[in-house]
């Protein structure tokens, strides 16, 4: 009897490190390399400009392709649109929060909601922030995209970046941020905007948008 026990409890400890060995070393092909050179600059009324990335924040962030540009319409609306994406076999850089970036570039967060963004059939669930620097009031939506779907919570992104890989799935992940005045007649045009232009971020990453349930 102690022989077969100590047969099935060295079964299962070659069982796990077999399993950990695998996980740790196994790459899944990323889904296809991305280029966002071609990201429309011109949509509806709305041109863009696009903005410098410096290189530090290049250097923390090294991302596999990343996107920024301010849209401006002839009424003199505004929207920042930034969007980053890393491959699973990334292991130098990674995605950071708004939560810990803004209060770190000097930017306080006066306020959280959930946000809702539809696309298509499907919804993104998204945040919103509220945050202030000197007199300047904006808000701040953004969300995280991974091959199990859409958050903007840091530890569901951690779980699912983990259950992708002990799924052997690509681990590629993707950030969307849009960036608005927090006045009303900004806000509106922020609504319409958000929601033309994250179809067309989702045309160039390799991830599905949301559907419908």
């Known amino acids: 009897m102690a022989k077969k026990t100590f047969l099935i409890f060295l079964g299962l400890v070659i069982a796990t490190f077999a399993f950990c060995a695998v996980v ?5 092909d990323p889904a296809h390399g991305v280029e966002l050179s071609q990201f429309p600059l011109r949509h509806g009324e709305w041109v863009a400009e696009q903005l410098p990335i410096a290189a530090g924040v290049v250097d923390i962030l090294r ?23 890393f491959a699973g076999e990334n292991t130098q850089g990674g995605v950071h929060s708004p939560r ?10 006066l306020k959280t909601e959930p946000r809702s963004i539809p696309i298509g059939n499907g919804v993104i669930p998204a945040s919103r922030l509220y ?5 300047a009031l ?4 953004y969300w995280y995209i991974t091959s199990h779907g859409e958050t903007a919570n840091d530890y569901t992104l951690k779980f699912y970046t983990m259950v992708s890989a002990l799924q052997f799935k690509p681990t590629d992940v993707a950030f969307v941020r849009f960036v608005s005045p927090a006045d009303s007649t900004s ?6 905007f958000e929601q033309e232009m994250s179809q067309q971020v989702y045309t160039l990453l390799p991830f599905d948008p949301p559907a419908s349930n």
């Open 138 to 141: 904006r808000v701040v939506d």
């Open 24 to 28: 740790k070393y196994y790459r899944p």
């Open 187 to 192: 806000l509106a045009q922020l609504d319409q």
């Open 63 to 85: 991302p596999d392709a990343i996107f920024n540009a301010i849209y401006s319409n002839p009424q003199g609306d505004q929207v920042d649109l930034f969007f980053s994406y």
């Open 131 to 135: 945050v202030k620097y000197g007199q």
């Open 100 to 109: 810990n970036c803004m209060p770190g570039s000097g930017w306080v967060i």
